[in-house]
């Protein structure tokens, strides 16, 4: 984005200067739409910050009138709760009326009041009727245009809203709510109407598209009749990731929101046919090309549960093949579920059929993180995803965003360079994104929730993409590492020390053991990395826990109460660990150190298969019917699948795949390796740039030899030239820190999924 910086005027000057249309005694009078969220809350609270400090520019400092929505209760109050954050320290804040009406300083009235996006609940009914009304004519029924026809005829909620105010001119309408996800994620009964009907995604797409037009077409009256302008805080969906090498663009993008990303594609959609109609109507649209920013920190907080989670849970519910209890799903957030061990290749049973076992997960309990990061309307993450999220698709703070538009909506077009040329600001990263990034590396707890022992690295946030696979890999490497860091010295710790410990040891590891770094994987082979995390998996009782430290409590010819209470303590704090990863979706595939065979760690979902599991052999028959629909062996279809869709590999091996979607190309775009080298020959034959990406401890270790070597070699002679290898600090020791979210930051670039910005060349080529 070129900003010519040295043509903007100064916000002193505007203040000072510059008269707000309809005079300088006027009220500035706002809406806000979504106002308590990412962009909304930021643009409530950079108004409010741009009056209270216009009293040191102007001679009569300005007043507001700020009306904002939230969809809940719940969000009003954490809202206001930011709000006494952000400005307490400086303004008198009045609460008129709690959730509804606050008063800042006398000067500025902020209301909030509740407002829906959502489909008629009577919608299947009025289908129904509207079907017979037409048989009854001998008529043939379009489900296509009644549709459209009765979202046409609906009230407008923008519009509704803004005439049961007073009779008054707004300064601005600004709509902060994302309508691309509204009409991805929230519609899902239009979806069923269509399949219903026989109908094909395409005319989803555009029964929904005219449900969000009827939207558009409310706040075309409110800019002809009600305010001075409309301003959309829009989105190209994808945070600007598609390459347009070929022509057209192609969405090139490592996060998702589903196993394939197929949501992506139907987002990114609605996103252009929602510009195209913006502009039309004469709108000004700030189009964000990043990924927002940080807007809130949450400690000691429950994830929300994944609406494919909820659904395919709640459908084994209604079957005969429930896996969880009802009451898991009423909370709505995410529970730890037991892992239920599976071997990868079902056991045949009587007559050649696969052996099932039915899989029952019981009651959940609760599960609660220790921080997560609320990312814009993505919702939360862990530090490793934000780092990699904001190295690859770059970042822009919601302060940012929300000044431009409030510089905008006040001040109207700037006199020498404006934001919005032809009604459009193309907003990408800027230097701003140094906030972000700072934010995550300067606060002990962020440090200790991304490179402590039990860090979980991925939450569901982000989807079920290889993404977050490979962060938990390195996840269960951190710890993996940390333990043998503690097993080094372990007999030599007091007997009491590790006994108070107990109460906390995730606080006691991150004292007592270095921060993983490079070097300590120079010693550590494939084959007994695979042992030791093979080991890992199978943690149940102290002893399992005392292996893993190099300890044996059986052979120390004493009871030691105190060094047993922390290894059983350590056992159940391990076993949690894994069940957590489980409970998110994500399973893990290990080898048993017994015997040699693989080995399924799974929870009630399997987010890359988009599965509720009720028997062992649910994922044999996902495998088996993913092959048979395209003609490929099972084994090939499988692969694909553990590669691409989000399986943890901790086999002594490595799968590759050159494949995005599923075909017949399967058997000629999914590889098994034995070794570092097969890949790196594998990699030459392609086309640099072309999508590609791997997983098992062969490719694991392959990637982090080689960053490692890479980072220990960068010269600090050379200044900046070294470019992102400065990203990777060292600890007190020298040692080159493995930082999980710098790590996926390396591998998304290398695998063809950085964004094209014009000087991505500074970033990790493509290949390992």
Avoid at 172 to 196: F, H, K, N, Q, W
Avoid at 282 to 306: Q, S
Avoid at 325 to 341: E, I, Q, Y
């Amino acid at each position: 984005m070129q900003t010519h910086y040295h043509e903007f005027e100064s916000l002193e000057h505007l203040l000072a200067t510059r008269l707000l249309p309809g005079g300088g005694d006027e009220p500035v009078r706002f809406v806000v739409f979504g106002g308590t969220g990412a962009v909304g809350g930021a643009v409530v609270l950079e108004l409010c910050k741009l009056i209270l400090m216009s009293r040191r520019y102007r001679e009569q400092p300005l007043r507001g009138e700020i009306y904002a929505t939230g969809v809940s209760d719940k969000d009003i109050s954490k809202f206001a709760s930011r709000l006494y954050l952000a400005l307490g320290d400086e303004a008198k804040i009045d609460k008129i009326e709690p959730r509804r009406h606050y008063r800042i300083d006398d000067r500025i009235d902020l209301r909030f009041s509740l407002l829906h996006l959502r489909l008629p609940q009577d919608l299947r009914e009025r289908v129904g009727s509207l079907r017979e009304a037409a048989e009854a004519r001998g008529e043939p029924f379009d489900l296509e245009a009644a549709l459209v026809s009765y979202f046409e005829q609906q009230p407008k909620p923008f519009l509704a809203y803004v005439e049961q105010l007073e009779r008054r001119l707004w300064h601005a309408v600004v709509v902060a709510i994302p309508l691309p996800s509204v009409a991805t994620y929230t519609l899902g009964i239009l979806d069923r109407l269509v399949a219903e009907h026989g109908l094909d995604h395409r005319a989803a797409q555009r029964i929904k598209a005219g449900y969000l037009r009827s939207f558009v077409r409310g706040l075309a009256v409110i800019q002809q009749r009600h305010a001075r302008c409309v301003v959309i805080a829009h989105t190209t969906a994808v945070g600007g990731m598609y390459r347009v090498d070929g022509g057209d663009a192609e969405i090139r993008l490592g996060f998702a929101h589903s196993a394939l990303g197929k949501k992506l594609v139907d987002k990114k959609y609605f996103a252009d046919q929602l510009t195209r109609v913006y502009l039309d109507h004469g709108f000004d649209v700030l189009i964000t090309a990043a990924a927002i920013g940080i807007d809130a920190v949450e400690n000691r907080c429950r994830l929300p549960m994944d609406r494919g989670m909820r659904q395919a849970l709640q459908e084994r519910i209604d079957s005969a093949q429930p896996t969880v209890k009802r009451d898991d799903l009423a909370a709505g957030h995410v529970l730890l579920f037991p892992a239920h061990a599976i071997p990868l290749e079902p056991p045949a049973g009587a007559g050649g059929t696969v052996e099932r076992r039915p899989l029952w997960f019981g009651g959940g309990k609760d599960l609660i993180v220790d921080a997560a990061i609320r990312s814009g309307e993505n919702g939360l993450f862990t530090v490793a995803n934000c780092l990699a999220l904001y190295n690859v698709m770059k970042v822009a703070i919601p302060e940012e965003l929300a000044m431009v538009l409030v510089r905008h909506a006040v001040f109207g077009p700037e006199r020498r360079r404006d934001w919005f040329q032809g009604k459009i600001c193309y907003y990408s990263g800027t230097e701003n994104a140094l906030f972000a990034l700072r934010l995550l590396e300067n606060y002990p707890q962020l440090l200790r929730s991304h490179l402590g022992a039990f860090a979980i690295q991925a939450y569901q946030a982000l989807g079920s993409a290889t993404h977050q696979a490979r962060l938990h890999e390195l996840g269960l490497l951190v710890l993996l590492l940390r333990l043998r860091d503690l097993g080094r010295r372990f007999e030599s710790i007091p007997e009491q020390e590790l006994a108070d410990a107990v109460s906390d040891l995730d606080a006691f590891f991150w004292r007592a053991t270095r921060p993983p770094a490079f070097e300590d994987l120079d010693d550590l082979e494939v084959a007994e990395l695979t042992q030791l995390l093979g080991h890992l998996c199978e943690t149940e009782e102290m002893e399992d826990a005392g292996r893993l430290l190099g300890y044996d409590p059986r052979a120390q010819g004493r009871r030691e109460p105190g060094r047993e209470k922390f290894l059983a303590r350590l056992a159940t704090t391990i076993r949690r660990y894994l069940q957590t990863i489980t409970s998110l979706g994500i399973p893990i595939i290990y080898r048993r150190p017994v015997d040699g065979s693989d080995r399924l760690l799974v929870g009630p979902y399997v987010a890359p298969l988009e599965l509720a599991v009720a028997s062992s052999g649910d994922l044999h028959d996902a495998w088996q019917a993913l092959a048979e629909e395209h003609g490929v062996p099972l084994e090939a279809a499988r692969d694909w699948v553990i590669a691409n869709n989000g399986f943890v590999d901790l086999r002594p091996h490595a799968l590759g795949s050159a494949a995005q979607e599923p075909g017949p190309h399967l058997v000629e775009q999914v590889r098994g390796f034995r070794d570092g080298g097969e890949i790196l020959a594998w990699l030459d034959g392609m086309r640099a740039g072309s999508y590609f990406t791997t997983c098992g401890l062969v490719a694991l270790k392959l990637r982090l030899d080689r960053l490692g070597k890479t980072v220990r070699a960068r010269k600090l002679e050379l200044g900046t030239s070294e470019t992102w290898k400065h990203l990777f600090r060292q600890d007190r020791d020298g040692r080159h820190v493995l930082a999980p979210g710098l790590v996926e930051t390396v591998r998304m670039y290398q695998e063809g999924l950085g964004k094209v910005t014009g000087t991505e060349a500074l970033w990790p080529h493509w290949g390992y």
